[in-house]
């Protein structure tokens, strides 16, 4: 059997955050209002939970190699949080389009408003 790390530390979490990506906005829109105000407004908060999901998932890869984050905060202070957010960041290339394809077909399931 082969090297299954570069799975696990690269491939693995990135399927995982574009899968998200079309995720997110979907299970929203369940509970969210129809209306293309409403979209602008799932857009938004779609965005910012992938954003802090991103972030989420770099800490935990760092984590998973043995990278303590309380000692990055001891060492880095503020520039840990930036560090995360550049990287979340950059993970937004992966599971942006995803997200913007999942928030187009919502209107498709709209049943008072017409798009």
Do not use: Q
């Amino acid at each position: 059997m082969g090297d299954t790390s570069n799975f696990t530390g690269l491939l693995l979490p990135a399927i995982c955050l574009a899968a998200l990506g079309w995720a997110v906005p979907r299970v929203l829109a369940l509970w969210w209002p129809e209306g293309v105000r409403w979209l602008m407004g799932l857009a938004l908060v779609s965005t910012l939970v992938m954003a802090l999901a991103g972030a989420g998932f770099f800490a935990v890869i760092y984590a998973l190699n043995g990278v303590r984050l309380d000692d990055l905060w001891a060492t880095g202070g503020l520039s840990v949080l930036l560090h995360f957010a550049r990287l979340s960041l950059i993970s937004a290339l992966l599971w942006g389009p995803l997200m913007v394809l999942s928030l187009a077909g919502v209107p498709k399931n709209w049943v008072r408003e017409v798009w």
